[in-house]
């Protein structure tokens, strides 16, 4: 799992998940190399630019992830998955649309 993470979080667009939010966010966070979080801040990638791999917002555009990105994030398999999935995640009565000290509490124990 952790491996195949790290590379789907090494290509240009994967700064797209950061600006999901939530328990996304926080993997990507996790296990993103260094360069994940100034690649966010810097915009669109190179995917959205040259090979148009876009999210459309009117004018605007932004690196898009598919929902096996996503699935594959979440370590999401035939058998069940590694952390909630996204409907889950925003259903749980802890999260409140930001990350708290007791989010990072409970992500700290799953990694355990």
């Known amino acids: 799992y952790e491996?195949?993470?790290?590379?789907?979080?090494?290509y240009p667009y994967a700064r797209r998940f950061l600006t999901v939010g939530g328990i996304v966010w926080r993997i990507?966070?996790?296990y993103?190399?260094?360069s994940l979080?100034?690649?966010?801040?810097s915009g669109p990638s190179t995917d959205a630019y040259i090979h148009y791999h876009v999210d459309h917002a009117g004018p605007c555009i932004d690196d898009t992830v598919s929902q096996a990105d996503i699935n594959l994030l979440l370590g999401l398999t035939s058998q069940g998955s590694?952390?909630?999935?996204?409907d889950n995640w925003t259903k749980a009565q802890k999260w409140h649309g930001e990350w708290s000290s007791e989010n990072e509490?409970?992500?700290?124990?799953r990694l355990r």
């Open 3 to 10: 491996s195949r993470v790290r590379a789907l979080l090494c």
């Open 105 to 109: 509490v409970w992500f700290q124990n």
């Open 37 to 41: 979080l100034p690649a966010a801040l």
């Open 82 to 86: 590694f952390w909630p999935t996204l």
């Open 32 to 34: 993103g190399p260094s």
């Open 28 to 30: 990507a966070l996790h």
